[in-house]
């Protein structure tokens, strides 16, 4: 079975600052992608980013990046010049390319932007 | 506008009756998914359907019943036989066919057992 694991429940960085959300899994499948959520305290889950697993280039959108190291099953987010906008919950999320397109939740890590 | 509604927004159940949370979603995909969120412990799969008519367990179905009669809808019953079903529920969607294909969520429901 598939599992996702993120070890920081918490982190918190400065306005403006970068920071990097971590992010491991493990699969004995080749073939797969991952994705990055974001839960605002609204609580509506938004999708972040996303990362093709054959795809060797990292996704990069606007100020969201992520380091994919397949060999390592690592898939972390950095967030470049944070904004109070970005405090959330985030979610790794683990899906195969196969079937029934299941996804597989991290337990999240929880980033507090401050002023 | 495209999207997915979820109602109620919140519930209240005294125990041992069963309750029915909305889904529904106007994006034309084809999977259906239902989700329960509890604190420090992520989101966990409760059931999900591919098509009308059909539906499998995730991984947390004891205690809850779901139908596929249209495309668009799927309800989540949460029944007397779930222990602890205090918890925020949601509804995601997604289309089957093509390239890599996120799954949409809807708002939410927090459901709470008095």
């Known amino acids: 079975a598939q599992t996702v694991t993120q070890s920081q429940p918490e982190m918190s960085v400065q306005e403006a600052e970068t920071v990097t959300l971590s992010c491991t899994y493990d699969t004995s499948e080749s073939d797969y992608y991952l994705f990055w959520y974001k839960q605002p305290p609204s609580r509506q889950m938004i999708l972040v980013i996303r990362?093709?697993?054959?795809?060797?280039q990292n996704a990069t959108e606007n100020r969201f990046s992520v380091n994919f190291q397949k060999a390592a099953k690592s898939f972390s987010l950095k967030i470049s010049d944070s904004q109070l906008g970005d405090a959330a919950m985030y979610f790794c999320a683990y899906r195969p390319n196969f079937g029934n397109e299941k996804l597989t939740f991290g337990t999240g890590t929880r980033l507090t932007i401050i002023p | 506008d495209g999207g997915i509604t979820q109602s109620p927004k919140y519930l209240f159940r005294k125990e041992g009756q069963n309750v029915t949370l909305s889904c529904e979603q106007n994006?034309?995909?084809?999977?259906m998914y239902w989700y329960r969120q509890d604190p420090g412990q992520g989101l966990r799969l409760i059931y999900y359907?591919?098509?009308?008519?059909?539906?499998q367990k995730g991984d947390i179905a004891e205690g809850y019943s779901v139908s596929r009669e249209k495309k668009e809808s799927f309800p989540l019953t949460v029944t007397s036989a779930q222990k602890n079903p205090t918890a925020f529920y949601l509804c995601?969607?997604?289309?089957?066919?093509?390239?890599?294909?996120?799954?949409?969520f809807g708002p939410g429901t927090r459901l709470t057992v008095l």
């Open positions: 994006l034309n995909h084809d999977a």
């Open positions: 990362q093709e697993a054959y795809k060797q």
């Open positions: 995601a969607s997604t289309k089957l066919a093509g390239s890599v294909n996120e799954q949409f």
């Open positions: 359907s591919q098509i009308v008519n059909d539906f």
